[in-house]
């Protein structure tokens, strides 16, 4: 007798499987920034964010949780069982053989709270992703800011220390015209020397700086990098509700833990759907009976979730616990974020008041103070070592500026990591270009006959 299902294996083995080809990633075309005149923050950020190796491997991870969604909300595979006798090989009535074909149906409302469950735990991956976007965005200003700041301290540096080679030959003119000592020449070189010393530890301290930036790039350390562009000019930070509606909206951190808690409430609603059964679902051929209205069968399997061992209340207990887990973190990461933007507006108006009292008050009045102490020793009227306090004091004054200037541009990272999103760029001013009418600028203005 011929058996209708006996081809039916055969036809299963030689099932192929389907290749999914990937597409190579394309390498990146963005420019070097070896080719750049002047670095900005912002091409330094867009760098980061484009080599990252860290981002990148984050990115992979949101990508692959997306991918899981789908599997999550679909039904397992069905199942294929044969079995065959061999003894019958070559009987009377043929090979006998017996195949089930079954598929499992979860109890209904299981595949969404799964497709749930997966979908938050992407999202999660997806706000972790730009949660680490928005710490490299402030790493980089923040070492962008240090990288301007070595640059405009070395110029100056190098501006006093032209200054004190001019200081030392008037001094030297003094000394021959009987109206000076000659410790006031070997004072200007003490301070030359010294400055000198402070240019050598700037230099080391550029290196580290280099190296820091060269490491989020994923370059070499040594990779040599564009002078800095531009810092903002500092200006008022958006209100203190302003920035807390942002953070408490829109901060990936608290998204993520949001996230968490969805995804531990889908676990929850799966926990307590355990306590109904599943079924499975079958219909077979089996050629061992020998009455054939025996032989097609259907079925139906029910588990019995019985809780006797207390596994499904402790499952759902675990997750009801896990919400609550959550929730309390989101609450401590909410109060963490307020207290964080209340500092860091603090910071971004102090170091913004610093810069402008430099810039407004004590820039001009040390300039001032310098010019009057080189003019009176000219004249014969001071000393030198009101000269030398005077330019110690001037460079003290410019050094402070550049601080904090670079510490605000800092503190303004700092702010915009803390709401959760950049706060929009500023007015830029020359960083690697010293201030119009610096005390060396007057200097040379009164050199001019």
Do not use: C
Not at 153 to 178: F, P, W
Not at 259 to 265: F, G, T, Y
Not at 402 to 418: F, G, K, P, S, T
């Amino acid at each position: 007798m011929h058996n209708p299902i006996g081809g039916l294996m055969a036809l299963v083995v030689f099932i192929a499987p389907l290749v999914a080809f990937a597409v190579l990633p394309q390498p990146e075309n963005s420019q070097s920034l070896q080719e750049d005149e002047a670095l900005t923050a912002e091409q330094l950020v867009d760098a980061v964010l484009t080599r990252n190796p860290g981002l990148k491997g984050l990115a992979a991870a949101a990508a692959a949780a997306n991918y899981r969604i789908a599997p999550a909300g679909a039904l397992d595979d069905p199942m294929l069982t044969y079995a065959g006798a061999p003894e019958t090989a070559g009987g009377p009535r043929g090979f006998q053989e017996r195949v089930e074909l079954s598929q499992t149906l979860p109890w209904p409302g299981k595949l969404g709270l799964r497709e749930d469950a997966a979908r938050a735990r992407a999202e999660g991956e997806e706000q972790s992703l730009a949660d680490r976007r928005l710490a490299l965005m402030a790493a980089a200003k923040g070492l962008f800011a240090e990288w301007a700041y070595i640059h405009r301290t070395l110029q100056i540096k190098h501006a006093h220390r032209d200054l004190l080679v001019e200081l030392r030959r008037v001094a030297e003119t003094q000394y021959a015209a009987g109206r000076a000592r000659q410790q006031d020449v070997l004072q200007a070189e003490v301070e030359a020397a010294r400055i000198d010393t402070d240019i050598v530890t700037h230099r080391r301290h550029q290196r580290e700086v280099r190296a820091m930036i060269n490491g989020l790039l994923n370059r070499p350390p040594q990779s040599p990098l564009p002078p800095p562009a531009a810092l903002p000019t500092p200006v008022e930070p958006p209100s203190l509700p302003a920035l807390q509606e942002v953070a408490l909206g829109e901060h990936p951190e608290l998204r993520q833990i949001q996230a968490r808690i969805a995804e531990a409430s889908a676990r929850h609603g799966l926990a307590e759907k355990d306590y109904f059964p599943d079924f499975k679902l079958s219909a077979g051929y089996n050629s061992l009976w020998m009455d054939t209205d025996q032989r097609w069968t259907v079925g139906l399997t029910v588990n019995l979730p019985f809780d006797f061992s207390g596994k499904r209340s402790a499952s759902r207990n675990a997750a009801e616990a896990d919400v609550m887990r959550y929730q309390w973190q989101l609450t401590d990461r909410e109060a963490q974020l307020l207290a964080q933007l209340e500092q860091g507006r603090a910071q971004v108006q102090e170091t913004g008041d610093i810069v402008a009292i430099h810039q407004q008050r004590l820039l001009p009045l040390a300039e001032e103070s310098l010019n009057a102490a080189v003019a009176d020793y000219r004249a014969g009227q001071g000393s030198f070592l009101t000269v030398i306090d005077a330019e110690r004091q001037q460079l003290r004054t410019e050094y402070n500026l550049a601080r904090a200037h670079a510490d605000y541009l800092r503190a303004l990272a700092a702010l915009e990591r803390a709401a959760g999103r950049p706060l929009g760029s500023a007015l830029p001013i020359p960083a690697n270009q010293a201030p119009a009418g610096t005390a060396v600028d007057a200097h040379k203005q009164e050199k001019r006959p």
